[in-house]
């Protein structure tokens, strides 16, 4: 039984689906992406260190020709960000075990929902964007035109690893709260995070 979701959130311009890395992405759907190479559809992920000097070329010539410059959240916008995360919380009774917010992406611990861990993830951003358009910090808010929303700050789909067991939503949590401090940063802390007690034993669970 899927206990819960360990879900990436890449922002707009991270980890392209024709990344020498590796992708999860079937097909390079941005034409101008398409000359620096087909997806590269793959499980295995590779650092930034393991890529030859050829592989760090194509990837940074690909970020460049992106038609918006690749999203990096400031400290302030991942406070708005995570506003967003606590609101939809709130309202949709979802549990989160486990966020870090970093610039170029975001991860998630969540428990299993009566709505879909995709649609969960919709809601999750859809607020948070409204919270950066409210507080004017929009990461892409120079690039809007005269009347119009600026263009999508996040990645259009997200990576998701599905929970079958105590373990693996521990382990997903570890994940997840160390992230930030392997990224040089600050461990993070939110007030919408719920502690993990563990999968109560026997009959139909919910978490919410």
């Known amino acids: 039984m899927i206990h819960g979701y360990h879900v990436i959130l890449p922002a707009y311009g991270f980890w392209l689906p024709n990344d020498p ?23 295995e992920r590779r650092s930034l260190e393991e890529l030859s000097p050829e592989e760090l070329f194509q990837r940074d010539a690909a970020r460049k020709s ?23 919380a709130a309202k949709s009774r979802y549990t989160i075990w486990a966020c870090s917010i970093l610039p170029e992406h975001t991860h998630l611990v969540i428990a299993r929902h009566t709505y879909k861990v995709e649609q969960i993830v919709n809601l999750l951003k859809g607020f948070a964007t409204s919270e950066l358009l409210k ?5 892409l808010a120079a690039h809007a035109s005269s009347g119009n929303r600026p263009p999508r700050m996040w990645a259009e789909h997200e990576w ?7 373990e693996a939503i521990e382990d997903a949590i570890r994940y997840v709260d160390d992230n930030p401090v392997k990224e040089g940063k600050p461990s993070q802390r939110w007030s919408f995070v719920t502690a993990f007690a563990g999968i109560p034993k026997g009959g139909w669970t919910t978490y919410h």
């Open 66 to 88: 992106l038609a918006y410059p690749p999203v990096a959240l400031t400290g302030r916008q991942a406070l708005v960000v995570a506003r967003g995360f606590a609101a939809k």
């Open 135 to 139: 507080e004017n910090s929009h990461p």
């Open 21 to 43: 890395r590796g992708s999860w992405s079937d097909m390079v759907r941005k034409w101008e992406l398409v000359r620096f190479g087909t997806t590269t559809r793959s499980r």
């Open 160 to 166: 998701k690893v599905y929970l079958d067991s105590e």
